[in-house]
């Protein structure tokens, strides 16, 4: 489950975070967001080579999508959710263009917080166009 909290204070770190809801069940990650984001190189390319070499059959390469990550971290650096989203989509562009160039044919964005913001619909499809 992830759950996204807001108006916490800005000096709060990932392991305070992680600590204050700990009380309450296991935290697998806690994600603030402290500056611009930039893409580090492909970080799934890897893993979809080598699952690609086990099989003749196509593999697709998954991502989280920029609308989900966005919602489900905390954003001390952009202060604007539209930045935010448009940024990290950008970003995720270049991870589909390396698996595309990798021999990757079919591509999964996951986007389970799609559905929390109806009134941010143009926004989710406007990161979606970006990253395809």
């Known amino acids: 489950m992830n759950i996204y909290v807001s108006n916490i204070p800005y000096t709060t770190t990932e392991d305070e975070l992680r600590d204050a809801f ?17 893409w580090p190189g492909p970080m799934t390319v ?17 991502l989280t999508g920029a609308y989900t990550m966005v919602e489900w971290s905390f954003d001390e650096h952009y202060g604007d959710r539209e930045k935010a989203i448009l940024d990290i989509a950008k970003q995720y562009r270049l991870e589909a263009e390396a698996l595309k160039a990798s021999g990757c044919q079919i591509l999964q964005i996951d986007e389970p917080a799609a559905s ?6 143009d926004l989710f499809c406007e990161s979606i166009r970006i990253i395809t």
Do not use: C, H, Y
């Open 46 to 62: 890897d893993m979809w080579r080598f699952s690609q070499g086990l099989t003749d059959r196509p593999v697709k390469g998954m």
């Open 116 to 121: 929390v913001r109806l009134d941010e619909w």
């Open 22 to 38: 700990a009380a309450f069940g296991n935290v697998s990650s806690a994600r603030i967001i402290k500056d611009k984001l930039t």
